[in-house]
């Protein structure tokens, strides 16, 4: 799921704009967060520079004929409809926050995939890199 655009609104009679961020987006944040408790393991957040390398694999259209299926499962298609790679890093990038880095400023480097899959999910491959500064 790609995360979704913050909404305003006028706040009552003093007429002061207020923002807000939609349900579904906070939903999908505390699905993330909730998957990533338990491979934390109960470490501590990693300080310094992270790698993100996010693969997601989106299911595959039964109206498409059995050929082009198998054409997606052997790779040969990739999914280029929405969601857009930038909005699903950035809900990751968030809902991550406290829980697997201090930061999402912290992720220096990032590889995001696209693929079709019989079974769809997302899977976080995240890294600490060694040796880098954390300024």
Known sequence: MAKGRPRSFIKGSSGGIGHYTPQRT????????LCAFPEMRGR???VGPISLQLNLYFEIPESW??????SALALMERPTTKP?????LKIFGDALNGVVWQDDKQIVETIVRKYYSKDPKAVAIISQIEG???E
Not at 65 to 70: A, C, F, L, W, Y
């Open 26 to 33: 906070e939903d999908y944040e505390r699905l993330v967060k």
């Open 44 to 46: 501590g957040v990693l």
């Open 65 to 70: 004929p059995r050929k082009r299926q198998n």
């Open 84 to 88: 857009d790679i930038d909005n699903v």
């Open 132 to 134: 880098a500064n954390d």
